[in-house]
C-alpha cells in the first residue's frame, strides 16, 4: 500500500489535469443512460444528468440521434433545477403520462433506440455533452464525444466512471453497469485534502470504489 503522503501527490498532480479539462460547475453531464431493458423499454428507460446543485435546466433539450442517418428522432425540453445531490433524473414516460423510474425528477419521452445512436444534450447556444453507444461503421452517423461508448446487453446500462470529469472521449469515460443505477452516483474518499480541491480528489479518489461498487 502506498503511503500517505505518495497517494496525496499522485492525487493533487490529476486534480490539476482534472482542473484543466473539466472545472468545478462546468454544465451538466449525461452520468448514466438506461435504454435497453429485458423485454419493453416503455416506462424504464431513463437518462440521469450531473451538474451542480441549483444549477437551472430551463432551455436544455436532450436528443436522440439516429445513427444509421444522423436525424433526430426525439427530442426532449427540459426544466426544473439540480437537486441538492447533484443528480437529476429523468423517466421515460410509459404512454400515460407516468414512469416506473422511482424518483424520477421529470418525465419525457427517453426510450432510445439501441446502439449504435447517440443522445445529445445541447443549449440554443449548441452542444453541451453527448454520449455516442455501439459499434458505429464508416457511414454511420456518430454524434458522440471522442469514440463510442459500449452498447451493453439488455437490462444494463451505460454510466460515467467519474461524473466529476470530462475527456471529451465517451469511450474512455463510459463503462457498463449489470445492475442500472438511477439517481445514485457515489463518490467516496478518505483522504484529507485542502478545500480547493477537495471535491476532485473525492471523485479521483472514489472512482476504484465506484467501478467495483458498480461491478457487483
Do not use: H
Not at 9 to 33: R, Y
Not at 98 to 113: E, F, K, M, R, S
Not at 187 to 201: D, N, R, Y
Request: some cysteine; charged content about 15%; proline content about 7%.
Amino acid at each position: 500500500m502506498n503511503p500517505p503522503s505518495t497517494v496525496f501527490s499522485t492525487v493533487c498532480a490529476a486534480c490539476g489535469l482534472a482542473l484543466a479539462s473539466a472545472p468545478l460547475g462546468a454544465t451538466p453531464v449525461i452520468s448514466e443512460l438506461f435504454y435497453d431493458a429485458s423485454g419493453s423499454d416503455a416506462g424504464l428507460a431513463f437518462v440521469e444528468l450531473y451538474g451542480s446543485p441549483g444549477e437551472s435546466l430551463d432551455g436544455l433539450v436532450l436528443e436522440g440521434v439516429n445513427g444509421g442517418n444522423g436525424a433526430v428522432y426525439t427530442s426532449l425540453g427540459l426544466s426544473g433545477v439540480i437537486p441538492a445531490d447533484g443528480v437529476f433524473l429523468v423517466g421515460d414516460n410509459d404512454g400515460s403520462g407516468a414512469t416506473a423510474v422511482v424518483g424520477a425528477d421529470l418525465v419525457g419521452d427517453v426510450d432510445y433506440q439501441n446502439g449504435p445512436d447517440s443522445v445529445v444534450l445541447r443549449d440554443v447556444a449548441g452542444l453541451i455533452d453527448a454520449v455516442g453507444y455501439g459499434s458505429f461503421a464508416a457511414t454511420d452517423s456518430f454524434a458522440g464525444e471522442g469514440d463510442a461508448a459500449p452498447d451493453p446487453v439488455a437490462g444494463s446500462s451505460i454510466a460515467r466512471i467519474n461524473p466529476l470529469l470530462d475527456s471529451d472521449n465517451n469511450a474512455v469515460d463510459f463503462t457498463v453497469l449489470d445492475t442500472p443505477t438511477p439517481g445514485s452516483v457515489p463518490l467516496v474518499s478518505s483522504v484529507p485534502l485542502p478545500a480547493g480541491i477537495e471535491l476532485f480528489a473525492s471523485g479521483l479518489m472514489g472512482l476504484v470504489s465506484v467501478a467495483r461498487q458498480r461491478r457487483r
